[in-house]
């Protein structure tokens, strides 16, 4: 008997707490957080300003100091370059030499 009150209790917690959660994605509306903006930026430069900075750096060649890739920290960098093919086929190598500090989108740029 015991374990089915503490079954029916977590059960109503959890659904109180999604409630809750719900409630509060709800009234952000239009301020609801853009997960493509999360993780390019870190959350560090807000929507407006970033889509300026993405403009702005599309200026120069990409995979430069001024229009770095935007990857998701060091997860997102091994996963882009290993989706790179030379065009004769081989993908290419690397290694990282370092951080180059901030970049447009006010994150690290790795070398």
Do not use: W
């Not at 209790?9 to 659904?15: E, G, H």
């Amino acid at each position: 008997m015991t374990s089915v009150r503490t079954g029916r209790s977590i059960r109503v917690a959890a659904t109180l707490a999604l409630a809750l959660v719900l409630t509060g994605a709800a009234a952000s509306g239009s301020r609801a957080l853009d997960l493509e903006e999360m993780i390019t930026t870190g959350g560090r430069v807000p929507g407006p300003e970033l889509r300026k900075r993405i403009a702005a750096a599309q200026a120069h060649p990409l995979g430069t100091r001024r229009n770095p890739v935007r990857a998701a920290g060091p997860g997102g960098q091994h996963a882009y370059l290993a989706r790179l093919h030379c065009p004769d086929g081989p993908r290419p190598t690397y290694r990282r030499v370092g951080s180059f500090g901030s970049g447009p989108y006010k994150s690290i740029i790795d070398g």
